[in-house]
């Protein structure tokens, strides 16, 4: 049976994500710092897969060091990995806390890369693998810090894929626009209070589908529904002003 790891697989995207891979008889490794939301998530599952919960705050190096090790065991070979994990801050810049800002940028930038790192060395030796990276359509439009980190996250994909999909391993960058997850009511953003239109919405089940069926063909970049797809497309020919505004739909 085949191995996907999954950061953040406590809740949202990365839950559907363990539970789709599930149904299609992959073992899991989920990776969270709530042990008792992972195993949640586990519980249903192990009827059908092996599944694995690996506690761990990303952005701690010592608990990082966990992940990277169990991405490079040869021995227990990782066949997916999902980096899944993330938060959102406030857009305004300027009054956020700094720290909060330098946690945020390390989850979504170098985390990412570190254990992308851990996981190809054994990927490319057995010439198989396939990386999975979740950013947003905020990457095609200036939208805070949050956009910055997922432009970064869209552009290695695209690099990382142009050079090892050849030698076996695929990695793809997934730009979900807004998705019902439990990711705004950790911002403290009740639902019907994210200021965002509800055509604009996106159930997790079918971003996760759409996003799966784009990592089995080898993209780079993975834009689910069709009109986020005409959206981002538009967006990147606005000046910055007027796409800057349009980054300032919802919270």
């Known amino acids: 049976m085949p191995t996907a790891l999954i950061t953040g697989a406590g809740s949202g995207l990365g839950a559907e994500y363990a539970r789709q891979l599930a149904s299609r008889g992959a073992d899991l490794i989920l990776v969270g710092r709530d042990p008792a939301a992972l195993e949640q998530v586990a519980g249903p599952l192990r009827a059908r897969v092996d599944v694995e919960v690996l506690r761990a705050d990303l952005v701690d ?4 060091a966990r992940v990277e090790a169990r991405l490079a065991d040869e021995e227990h070979p990782v066949d997916l990995l999902v980096n899944n994990a993330g938060f959102g801050l406030p857009l305004a810049f300027e009054t956020n806390d700094i720290e909060d800002e330098a946690r945020h940028l390390a989850l979504h930038v170098e985390v990412p890369m570190r254990l992308t790192h851990a996981a190809l ?3 490319l030796a057995r010439g198989r693998g396939r990386i999975l990276n979740v950013a947003s359509v905020a990457a095609f439009m200036p939208r805070s810090t949050y956009g910055a980190c997922k432009q970064w996250l869209v552009s290695f994909s695209r690099w990382a894929n142009a050079v090892y999909r050849p030698r076996g391993v695929t990695v793809t960058a997934v730009c979900p626009g807004y998705t019902h997850t439990d990711f705004h009511a950790r911002l403290g953003l009740p639902p019907g209070q994210e200021g965002v239109p509800g055509w604009m919405w996106l159930e997790a089940r079918d971003v996760v589908r759409l996003s799966l069926r784009d990592v089995a063909r080898g993209s780079a970049v993975s834009v689910p529904t069709v009109r986020y797809r005409i959206l981002t497309t538009l967006v990147r020919v ?9 980054g300032m739909t919802g919270r």
């Open 121 to 123: 060395g054994p990927m």
């Open 238 to 246: 606005l000046p910055d002003r007027l796409s800057a505004r349009l």
């Open 61 to 64: 190096p010592r608990e990082r």
